[in-house]
């Protein structure tokens, strides 16, 4: 929030907020010992089903770990054109 | 019954032998009785930042050995009452050394000291296993940046796995200046991911470079920033209360912009 205020007044995000961004992913997937082909692999497969129900472009789908307390979530930003239906009654 | 704390980091060049030699002797001057122990067996440098090469008769793996006594094998810094140094042996490696050899020298240790500062390596092989061995806390020392803390999380999941608590953060190396213009990440970001308790902040002190090539660690002299840093650090482990200053230096503009979103 803070951030992102900041953000208006600035031309580019400040550098350490970038590496405190980048820091939070590597660390989550090291902690959890989840590694890129992992993550590459989940993000097509999750694809495949999302794709039964939605129209969108694979690429535009951005998905990271996040650490919140104690716990782990996992975050899918899927954009998507419309909704279809594959099986219809 | 004293402490056994093993300084260490993951990364190497952030600081870990600077601060055991600061944390020691700042311990020693104020009235505690400290040993540090050089667990960088092969690579050792302890012995050299403190100043006290050569005085170096006798090294942990003589003792371990059983080439001489314990007691015999420490060095004894003439300049502060109650600071002695073991040193690691330069001809041996780590693999020569058992983590259960190291325990029981730091155990012996700390029945007759205040403080027992363990030296660690960098990495998180052997040399890290025989240093945390005898270790009931532990100190992490990174410095501001990426992969210095990236490897500071890896240490830190390895220490809580050994069981070693608590475990401690010093942040070394911090610029006031580039943390204030956006370019470097300040304590909240460290401590958001690595997520322990900070002990004390070390700012960028050039004095260390001139302290360490005279083999005179800078808590010697009361002026300079770091040196005030490690005595405040120091007074902390010896349970004094000492509040962490903010050394945060804070632009005119981002003042502004702080006080208008500081209720957000």
Redesign the interface.
């Known amino acids: ?2 951030i992102s ?2 953000q208006l ?1 600035g031309r580019k995000p ?4 970038i ?2 961004q ?3 992913l ?2 989550t997937q ?2 959890l010992d989840v590694d890129d082909r992992f993550m590459t692999r989940l993000h097509h497969e999750l694809a495949e089903v999302l794709a039964k129900y939605f129209e969108f472009s694979v690429n535009s789908v951005q998905m990271s770990l996040k650490q919140e307390g104690n716990s782990y979530v996992l975050v899918a930003d899927i954009p998507y054109k419309k909704f279809h239906d594959a099986n219809p009654r | 019954m004293g402490k056994v704390i093993v300084v260490t980091s993951g990364k190497g060049g952030v600081g870990k032998t600077t601060t055991t030699a600061n944390l020691g002797t700042a311990l020693a001057l104020l009235g505690k009785t400290v040993v540090v122990v050089d667990a960088d067996v092969g690579l050792r440098n302890l012995d050299i930042v403190m100043g006290l090469e050569s005085r170096v008769v006798y090294t942990s793996m003589d003792v371990i050995d059983k080439q001489c006594e314990l007691s015999k094998a420490l060095v004894k810094d003439r300049r502060v009452d109650g600071l002695t140094l073991l040193a690691a042996s330069q001809k041996n490696n780590k693999d020569d050394m058992q983590p259960e050899e190291m325990k029981a020298i730091c155990s012996k240790l700390q029945t007759d000291h205040d403080f027992v500062l363990v030296d660690s390596p960098a990495g998180i092989e052997r040399g890290f296993n025989n240093a945390s061995a005898g270790a009931e806390e532990a100190i992490v020392v990174t410095t501001p940046d990426v992969s210095a803390i990236r490897d500071a999380d890896r240490i830190i999941g390895l220490l809580q796995h050994a069981g070693i608590e608590p475990i401690n953060l010093v942040l070394n190396r911090f610029s006031p200046q580039l943390v204030g213009n956006g370019s470097m990440m300040d304590q909240a970001d460290v401590l958001d991911i690595l997520n322990i308790d900070l002990l004390g902040i070390v700012p960028e002190d050039l004095g260390v470079i001139t302290s360490t090539n005279r083999g005179i660690p800078l808590v010697y002299e009361d002026t300079s920033a770091g040196s005030q840093a490690y005595m405040r650090i120091a007074r902390r482990l010896t349970g004094q209360r000492i509040p962490i200053p903010d050394l945060e230096e804070k632009g005119f503009l981002s003042n502004i912009v702080n006080w208008f979103t500081r209720n957000r």
Request: hydrophobic residues 40%; glycine residues 0%; charged residues 40%.
């Open positions: 929030m803070n205020i900041k007044f400040k550098s350490s907020s590496a405190k980048r820091l939070k590597v660390i090291d902690r």
